[in-house]
């Protein structure tokens, strides 16, 4: 019996560890899940750090003859009273090239607004080789009530972008941030 | 000494009597009652709510339920139906038939056991209170997609969260007690491969809940602290992703829908052989094929979401992964027909029920194959398609399996048979109405009918009504089952030892109804069967 309870003993303890461990897994899938997109690129994710643009002129000898198009497109998402427009809606870009441009946004409303823009490009798959120098993405903006702005965009598509893509759309969704968490909230994604 | 018992024990109200035997009782047997008749309450309540689904969609229109309150009613009948009626009913026949197959004299924590269930009734109490709050109740579906239920949950959310929270602890915590139960208290001689299989598919399914119900915990956690805590797990303002809530959501739904039919797949193992008086077909092939349906079921999540966005090698991924579970299913539907080939086969009610639930449950998986192919899944995605599909898993596999069982296992808890020809009346009219109810939703769901919506074109209008008439028929059909089961429970014809001519294992060598307390001591295995007694109804 003494040896019966023993087992038991540890059956329990066993199969509640498991039960926590499935508990935090749960937690484990979300930066897994956010290295697997990042990684793939599925899902448009581009990676949410500057590229340093140094690395560019010295790797890269020159921008390769090969020429594809960029589209870009603004979106605001509900409850954002934020005008917000690419500066052209479309380029056509040499592969390693640096390039810029940049979205117009104005705050509509009678406060101060905080916004995050949350990119992303299609193909999915070609998210990997946009790479960004700066972007207003990488960080919240603060407008204040009617003030507007001009907010740049500088990035280069990397020369091993595969053949078969001629186009890409990179597409911007603002959020609004609440205020009470836009001091807090500390954003690492772009 | 009676009279000095009574000097020793003080006297109660009948009333307090009552209340203390059922909220304290520790018996497997007691507890089993108890799961079972909450199932089956909050089955008909989940089924009003199914019924005023189908009386909205009678007729096309508006007639009976505002949108709002039909998607709380959609939301409400999926949520109960799952986690108030299959799973509580199954864990109810857990408790009482695991200790008496493996000879043990009770679960192996008897106290765990009763605070197990008694979270369930407080679980759903507060779910159940969330359609009298302002607001409504849960209205996005029982799979509570986000941004859905995070930015735009009612108020109410909060009390599904804590309800599906409580929910979840009770399941683990049961399925920790089946497992320490198998694992430690089978009686000397039952090596794991001779266990009966209603036990072997329940050891299985109490692994998937321990390692799937903590990650819908954590999903409800994230929901949460989205809601009230500023996180941002499926907001994509702060970083997050809603389709991110899908991935997490279907990692624990898939094996969740085995876990729904895998004790079924027991009872007709155990049933089936019963009365074609034959060895089951194939027992080594029927536990290897539960346990790689039981794994397989973790890596096909994704065929729930194609059309949400993925590479096409995912997609095709996924696709072959879920294809490959109608091999172990297979093998188990050929076992069970092989099983049946040339045996002495009678047909009384818990038979009648088995084979309802090999037939339609076999349609159900033909259609999920239907479903499990990319290209098709793009038309057939939310539609009623998806509705017949699922129904057909559910009704004829998960609540004819119960029924099976309880028919099966009925004159062992209460020592009288059922009557037997209001059994057979309620087979014939319930598989009649499953049919009528959920047959012609394949086709308004082929012609593209999405689902939860409250309204529908003129051209699905026949189709839903013929659902609807089904549907009422169904409904009363199981009022006629509470008739039964109280009938049984109050007296019949009693009940022989083994009950059953072809019946086999150690819950039949107890007497019947069977005793508060049974093997005390670990009785003998193989089991000597009574041969001369047994009550066969044909005769």
New interface residues.
């Given amino acids: 019996m003494i040896e019966t309870y023993n087992n038991q003993r540890k059956h329990i303890v066993l199969l509640i560890s498991l039960a926590v461990g499935m508990f935090g897994f749960a937690y484990a899938l979300v930066p897994l899940y956010q290295v697997f997109c990042e990684v793939t690129g599925l899902n448009g994710k581009t990676s949410g750090r500057a590229r340093d643009v140094s690395t560019i002129y010295q790797n890269q000898v020159i921008a390769s003859d090969r020429e594809v198009t960029i589209q870009f497109l603004a979106n605001v998402n509900n409850g954002m009273p934020w005008e917000f427009r690419p500066a052209t809606h479309q380029l056509r870009v040499r592969l390693g090239e640096l390039n810029t441009t940049d979205f117009y946004a104005r705050n509509r409303a009678a406060q101060a607004v905080t916004g995050q823009a949350v990119p992303s490009v299609s193909p999915g798959f070609a998210a990997e080789y946009l790479h960004k120098v700066e972007c207003f993405c990488f960080s919240q903006q603060q407008l204040e009530a009617g003030e507007d702005r001009h907010m740049p965009l500088r990035f280069y598509i990397g020369d091993d972008l595969p053949e078969e893509i001629h186009t890409l759309t990179l597409s911007y969704t603002l959020f609004k941030v609440p205020t009470v968490r836009a001091s807090t909230l500390v954003s690492n994604r772009s | 000494m009676v009279a000095q018992a009574e000097d020793v024990i003080p006297q109660r109200s009948p009333l307090m009597a009552f209340m203390a035997r059922w909220l304290l009782t520790t018996n497997h047997k007691e507890i089993g009652t108890l799961y079972l008749w909450l199932s089956f309450t909050l089955f008909f309540i989940g089924g009003a709510m199914a019924m005023v689904i189908r009386l909205e969609l009678f007729q096309p229109g508006i007639q009976f339920a505002e949108p709002l309150f039909y998607n709380q009613m959609v939301t409400m009948h999926g949520l109960i139906m799952v986690f108030g009626v299959v799973m509580p009913g199954f864990v109810g026949l857990a408790n009482w038939q695991i200790p008496l197959m493996i000879g043990a004299p009770d679960m ?2 008897p106290r765990l056991n009763n605070f197990s269930f008694w979270i369930l009734p407080f679980a759903f109490t507060l779910l159940l209170s969330s359609l009298f709050m302002e607001g409504g109740a849960p209205n996005f579906g029982w799979t509570f997609y986000a941004p859905l239920s995070t930015t735009y949950g009612p108020p109410s959310t909060d009390f599904f969260i804590i309800g599906v929270h409580m929910m979840g602890i009770s399941s ?1 915590l049961g ?2 007690n089946v ?2 139960t198998i ?3 089978r009686t000397p001689g039952m090596t794991l491969m001779k266990m009966p299989l209603f036990v072997w598919t329940w050891l299985i399914t109490a692994f998937l809940l ?10 409800v956690t ?1 929901m949460l602290t989205d809601r009230h805590f ?1 996180t ?2 499926f ?5 997050g ?1 809603p ?2 809530f899908q ?2 959501f279907w ?2 739904g898939h094996p969740e829908v085995y876990i729904l039919i895998l004790p079924g797949f027991g009872i007709a193992s155990q049933i089936i052989p019963t009365f074609a008086r034959k060895r089951l077909f194939g027992y080594h092939s029927m536990v290897f094929a539960s346990a790689a349906i039981a794994f397989l079921s973790f890596i096909v999540w994704g065929h729930h979401m194609f059309t949400a ?3 096409v090698w ?1 997609e095709l991924s996924f696709m072959y992964a879920t294809m490959l579970i109608a091999v172990p299913t297979g093998v188990k539907v050929f076992n069970w027909v092989a099983t049946m080939w040339r045996g002495s086969m009678t047909f009384e009610t818990p038979m009648l029920f088995a084979l309802g639930f090999v037939i339609l449950f076999t349609i159900g998986g033909f259609s999920g194959l239907m479903l499990a192919l990319v290209p098709a899944d793009f038309q057939y995605h939310d539609t009623f398609f998806v509705v017949a599909h699922f129904h057909y898993v559910l009704y004829p596999g998960a609540i004819f399996g119960t029924m099976a069982a309880v028919y099966y296992w009925i004159p062992k808890w209460t020592g009288n048979m059922y009557d037997e020809r209001l059994g057979k009346i309620h087979f014939w009219t319930a598989v009649i109405a499953v049919n009528l109810t959920f047959f012609p939703m394949h086709f308004t769901g082929l012609a593209g009918m999405p689902r939860r919506i409250v309204d529908y074109s003129l051209q699905f209008a026949d189709f839903n009504m013929v659902s609807s008439v089904g549907a009422a028929l169904l409904g009363m059909t199981q009022v006629l089952f509470l008739y039964i089961v109280i009938k049984t429970i109050r007296g019949g014809a009693k009940a022989s030892t083994r009950v059953w001519e072809g019946a086999d294992g150690l819950e039949w060598t107890v007497p019947s109804p069977a005793p508060h307390h049974t093997f005390e001591t670990p009785p003998a295995f193989p089991p000597i069967m009574d041969e001369n007694e047994s009550t066969s109804l044909n005769e």
């Fill in positions: 192996a924590m683990v399925a920790i497992i320490v694992f430690n208290l321990i390692m799937v119900m903590p990650v819908l915990a954590g999903v994230m500023d941002s797990f907001s994509a303002a702060g970083g992703d389709l991110m991935h997490v990692f624990f966005g993925m590479p995912v």
